[in-house]
């Protein structure tokens, strides 16, 4: 079955510090979207992307998806407290769709 | 934006008896539906997919008979935990979408403890 895997697992930055996570599909998506879940939480929806090569900004996150529809990256310029999360990539594949295993952003004060 | 709604939120129940969650979009026609289950500290991992009218298509590895999933309407799919365990004690989540390719949106997410 189709695999979604996302990299680093966890990371801790200090607040300032830029951060980015990974998403790999073994296969061609036709859409990534991304989510934040916080603990607790459900998954929020941050941002779809269907285009080959898409760049999409949202202040001061940046999601790119790959030129193949097979990658995707999230990342987030000076991060601050609130930006404490799980972030999730979840690939598409109409009627399929799995999430990445998830980045844990930590941010120090 | 689209909300979906989940109920309960919470939910304990004795070992070897059946729960059933709801999953139902309010503002929108769920062609579609997803539900997941999410262990701490885990990714979530997707159990079946629902489609309106049809039978559910189960993700290698989920019982079919213990996981029954409904979705009898637009606007409403059920998962029912039959003879539940202790082991099935986790966080289900259920999503939803007009149609392929659109914005998927989640619940709140259900807590099952089986004691």
């Known amino acids: 079955g189709q695999q979604v895997m996302q990299i680093p697992q966890y990371q801790h930055v200090q607040e300032g510090e830029d951060f980015t996570t990974y998403c790999n599909s073994s296969?061609?998506?036709?859409?990534i979207q991304w989510y934040k879940q916080r603990p607790g939480g459900h998954p929020v929806f941050l941002i779809q992307l269907v285009k080959s090569g898409e760049v999409k900004k949202q202040k001061r996150l940046t999601f790119q998806f790959g030129e193949a529809k097979k990658n995707s990256s999230l990342h987030i310029t000076a991060t601050q407290t609130t930006d404490v999360g799980t972030y999730f990539c979840?690939?598409?594949?109409?009627?399929?769709?799995?999430f990445g295993s998830g980045t844990k952003l930590n941010v120090k004060p | 934006g689209a909300v979906v709604s989940q109920h309960p939120s919470w939910v304990i129940c004795k070992s070897g008896t059946s729960v059933k969650i709801e999953c139902r979009s309010l503002d929108f026609q769920a062609t579609t539906m997803f539900w997941y289950r999410q262990f701490p500290k885990q990714s979530l991992m997707l159990m079946a997919t629902?489609?309106?009218?049809?039978?559910?298509?189960?993700e290698q590895g989920v019982e079919k008979d213990k996981f029954l999933i409904n979705h009898a309407s637009l606007t409403l799919s059920t998962l029912t935990v039959t003879s539940a365990h202790p082991e099935d004690s986790s966080f289900y989540i259920c999503?939803?979408?007009?149609?392929?390719?659109?914005?998927?949106?989640f619940g709140e997410g259900s807590w099952l403890t089986v004691v």
């Open positions: 979840a690939g598409d594949n109409f009627n399929k769709f799995y």
């Open positions: 296969t061609t998506l036709s859409n």
């Open positions: 999503s939803a979408r007009a149609g392929p390719g659109n914005t998927i949106y």
């Open positions: 629902s489609n309106e009218g049809s039978k559910a298509t189960y």
